[in-house]
Structures are given as C-alpha cells and as structure tokens.
C-alpha cells in the first residue's frame, strides 16, 4: 500500500477555515480543563461546557457546506454558542471550577473567535452584495464600510 502525499487541501473544506481550527482548539482548551474536575457536579459542569464548546465548531463545519445565506445561519449559531459559552466561564469561575487565569485564556479564545466567525459572516455579506445593520456590533466602528450598510 503507497502513502499520498500530503495534500495543501483537505476532502473536507471547512477544515482549511482558520476559524474552525480555533474552534477546535478551544475545545482542546476545555477538554484540558475538565481532566481537573474533582467530583460529579464539576464532571457535569465540563461536560455541559465541552458539548457547547464543540457546537461552535459543528456549527462552522456544517455551514461550510451550504449556501451563503446558510452559511451565516450557522455561524451565527456559533456566536450563540460562543456567548454560552461566555456564561460556562463565569459559572465556572464563580464555583472555583476555573482559576482566573484559564478564565481570562477561555474569554481571550472566545473574544478572538467571535471576532474571527464576525469578520467571516460580513466577508460573505460583501461577497453577496449586501451587509446587515444588525451585524454592526460584532465589527469595529472604523472596519464598516458606511457606503455598504443598509441601516
């Protein structure tokens, strides 16, 4: 049997997306906290964390493979996800489940992917033609393209 070579793209597309590799890699960050949890509550706890954590990436995937207008659906689903994932943190952090430093590396990932999954719903808008005013708060004031926004 012959190895391939190893190819610059995979089968499946959503896996060159840098935002899908974050995702995953955030959900390696939760899988490595949860091996602290010390009883059932806490094991509960992460293994709510973890399914949420990984909806961000199933969301990303099963996007990749639609039309446009469904593609955003889905990652808008995924900032969803995100924001739960925001209240996961706190939870956590409240219960003394998560030190304030893997606190701060959750909400540093989930920020970067919220801005990641933001940057890539308005990229395909563009590409369609049209951006939605509703998307406003997910950019920074100085990246909207004023010309292009239906208010």
């Given at each position: 049997?012959v ?6 793209t ?29 009883n ?63 606190e ?5 990932q989930?920020?970067?992917?919220t ?15 049209i ?6 708060h ?14």
């Amino acid at each position: 049997m012959v190895q391939e070579d190893n190819k610059s793209t995979t089968f499946f597309r959503f896996e060159d997306l840098r935002v899908y590799s974050k995702a995953i890699g955030f959900v390696s960050l939760i899988t490595e906290a949860s091996s602290l949890a010390t009883n059932e509550i806490e094991s509960h706890y992460y293994r709510r964390f973890l399914e949420e954590s990984t909806k961000i990436a199933f969301f990303i995937a099963e996007g990749s493979s639609k039309n446009k207008a469904s593609f955003i659906y889905q990652l808008k689903a995924a900032k969803t996800s995100i924001r739960k994932c925001v209240v996961f943190s706190a939870i956590g952090r409240q219960n003394e489940y998560l030190t304030e430093e893997k606190e701060d590396s959750i909400r540093t990932q989930l920020m970067e992917l919220t801005k990641m999954i933001g940057a890539l719903i308005i990229s395909l808008q563009k590409s369609g033609g049209i951006q939605y005013a509703h998307d406003y708060h997910d950019i920074q004031h100085d990246e909207i393209d004023t010309e292009n926004v239906f208010w």
